[in-house]
């Protein structure tokens, strides 16, 4: 196999320069570097990124756990995370947590032993033994999708970011979400001003960010749009489709059940459909349905879903941006980034066809807003 001396000899130049052109460490002449490339193309160099480790203490590679991956909104995390990870240069190691605390710490240290330079983790509803571990080793690390707080408890009232936190109870690590509060309160509100007293809310799996955030949102557009809360309205479907499914014919055993129903995760508005086919009801005539969360098939429904879109694919890219200005300044400013979530304006709200366009902003708030701590 060619060595590096080799591609230094074809292009003339010395091995410490051919390592620069590879590692990006000392800017090099244009005309330099391209001797270099066209080198490396003809004798069909690969560098030996094993050795390149051990001189570097870097291995190029990230760490994602992510639980629940064939969830189409996980999926398109994934992409995310992927593309981005790719374009900078690094590997993607994935690992399932499977939504259990104790799995979770396992997968987390099984990566970690990897040697990857850095992770992104979704966490679990209870990731006190993970934060331990990540606290405990030092490692680089993003918060994806789930906040938490320092102390590794539901994050969803912190949300002042993490890494080398500072502030009295705040995180210890960067964070990166979608919204969740605010869009979920313009549900509430649309079907309010269509003139829906009685609205339902299939909420998440207790302890997750997601879901306290969800259930505010919930709660504060029903204040908004002057209405009544019913704790017997708001449910657990505990995130998945089965539970939601439960949940909803709890809902409608009600001797006076909601005339509208928001579900607060793309698995849980399976789940609900399921429930109100079940039961004979037909969406909207019946009951009303908005969902949490925008995947490839609420276009295909007849009536078509309205639903809250998350910007998915850009939250695993920017989860990789946050990760890499950690590990290249180890003491920067803590931050959590939320990203925007688009209003998807469809039929099963009750609504007519809008030929125009169906997208709107679910919130007045910029297009992004980060939140950080002072070193």
């Known amino acids: 196999m060619p060595t590096m001396a080799d591609v230094?000899?074809?292009?003339?130049?010395?091995?410490?320069?051919?390592?620069?052109?590879?590692?990006?460490?000392?800017?090099?002449?244009?005309?330099?570097?391209?001797?270099?490339?066209?080198?490396?193309?003809?004798?069909?160099?690969?560098p030996n990124t094993l050795a390149r480790s051990l001189v570097t203490s870097r291995t190029r590679s990230i760490g994602l756990a992510v639980s629940a991956i064939s969830n189409p909104y996980f999926t398109e995390i994934l992409q995310g995370v992927e593309a981005a990870a790719l374009e900078a240069g690094y590997s993607l190691l994935i690992a399932d947590p499977h939504d259990d605390p104790g799995h979770e710490r396992k997968v987390v240290q099984?990566?970690?032993?990897?040697?990857?330079?850095?992770?992104?983790?979704?966490?679990?509803?209870?990731?006190?033994?993970?934060?331990?571990?990540?606290?405990?080793?030092?490692?680089?690390?993003?918060?994806?999708?789930?906040?938490?707080?320092?102390?590794?408890?539901?994050?969803?009232?912190?949300?002042?970011?993490?890494?080398t936190a500072d502030g009295e109870g705040a995180p210890w690590y960067d964070q990166v979400c979608a919204e969740s509060a605010e869009p979920t309160a313009?549900?509430?509100?649309?079907?309010?001003?269509?003139?829906?007293?009685?609205?339902?809310?299939?909420?998440?799996?207790?302890?997750?960010?997601?879901t306290s955030e969800r259930v505010s949102g919930y709660r504060n557009g029903l204040?908004?749009?002057?209405?009544?809360?019913?704790?017997?309205?708001?449910?657990?479907?505990?995130?998945?489709?089965?539970?939601?499914?439960?949940?909803?014919?709890?809902?409608?055993?009600?001797?006076?059940?909601?005339?509208?129903?928001?579900?607060?995760?793309?698995?849980?508005t399976i789940g609900a459909l399921r429930a109100l086919r079940r039961h004979g009801l037909s969406v909207p005539d019946d009951i009303a349905l908005c969902c949490f969360d925008d995947f490839a098939w609420t276009d295909l429904f007849s009536p078509r879903l309205t639903a809250i879109a998350q910007p998915s694919r850009e939250v695993g890219a920017q989860a990789v941006r946050v990760l890499l200005e950690r590990l290249g300044e180890r003491r920067r400013p803590t931050r959590t980034v939320r990203l925007p979530c688009t209003f998807m304006h469809r039929t099963s709200c009750g609504c007519p066809e809008e030929p125009d366009g169906s997208e709107e902003p679910a919130h007045t708030a910029s297009s992004q807003s980060e939140k950080g701590t002072a070193p």
């Open 8 to 46: 230094a000899r074809s292009a003339g130049v010395s091995v410490a320069t051919v390592s620069h052109v590879l590692n990006g460490t000392r800017p090099v002449l244009p005309h330099t570097r391209q001797a270099v490339l066209d080198a490396i193309d003809a004798l069909g160099y690969t």
């Open 110 to 163: 099984l990566l970690h032993e990897r040697r990857v330079d850095g992770m992104i983790v979704a966490p679990s509803a209870n990731p006190r033994e993970l934060v331990g571990y990540l606290r405990r080793h030092a490692v680089p690390t993003v918060f994806l999708d789930r906040l938490i707080d320092r102390d590794g408890t539901d994050g969803a009232a912190a949300g002042d970011g993490a890494g």
């Open 186 to 210: 313009r549900l509430v509100t649309h079907l309010a001003g269509l003139g829906h007293s009685r609205i339902g809310l299939v909420a998440g799996l207790p302890g997750l960010s997601t």
């Open 223 to 268: 204040a908004a749009a002057g209405l009544a809360h019913d704790e017997r309205l708001l449910v657990s479907g505990n995130s998945e489709a089965d539970g939601a499914e439960e949940a909803t014919a709890a809902l409608l055993a009600l001797p006076d059940p909601p005339t509208a129903l928001v579900t607060a995760n793309n698995a849980m």
